[in-house]
């Protein structure tokens, strides 16, 4: 059984920056898929980035390229997503997620949150104008 647990969620004016903090315990981290996803009130939950085992594959959705970036430390078990330039359309609850099936970036699957397993409890992340 794998537990996740966010952090690093707070409240900032748009263009600051923010760090959230995924840390995992049980299973094997090193191995997973890992991803981010977000849900705002009133909306479903969706795809922000994912990184394969090992790092060196990511991806993100269009509306945060360039101004997010997801990491991942295997000696920590813990994964980051750093957002800089936030927008108040940021506004949402972040989720980590991690697909214990699956260690590479392939067919998509990771945009989708059917194909994830575990799930944290989120971080409210909030945008102001």
């Known amino acids: 059984q794998v537990q996740l647990a966010e952090s690093g969620g707070g409240l900032v004016q748009a263009g600051g920056s923010l760090r959230l903090s995924c840390a995992a315990s049980?299973?094997?981290?090193?191995?997973?898929?890992m991803g981010w996803f977000r849900q705002a009130p009133g909306k479903e939950r969706e795809f922000v980035s994912a990184?394969?085992?090992?790092?060196?594959?990511?991806d993100y959705v269009d509306s945060v390229k360039g101004r997010f970036t997801i990491s991942r430390d295997n000696a920590k078990n813990t994964m980051y997503l750093q957002m800089n330039s936030l927008k108040p359309e940021d506004t949402a609850v972040y989720y980590c997620?991690?697909?214990?099936?699956?260690?590479?970036?392939?067919?998509?699957?990771?945009?989708?949150?059917?194909?994830?397993?575990?799930w944290g409890q989120g971080t409210q992340v909030t945008v102001s104008s």
């Open positions: 997620a991690a697909d214990s099936k699956r260690g590479y970036l392939n067919s998509g699957r990771y945009y989708y949150t059917a194909n994830y397993d575990y």
């Open positions: 049980g299973g094997t981290f090193n191995m997973y898929v």
């Open positions: 990184i394969s085992w090992s790092g060196g594959s990511t």
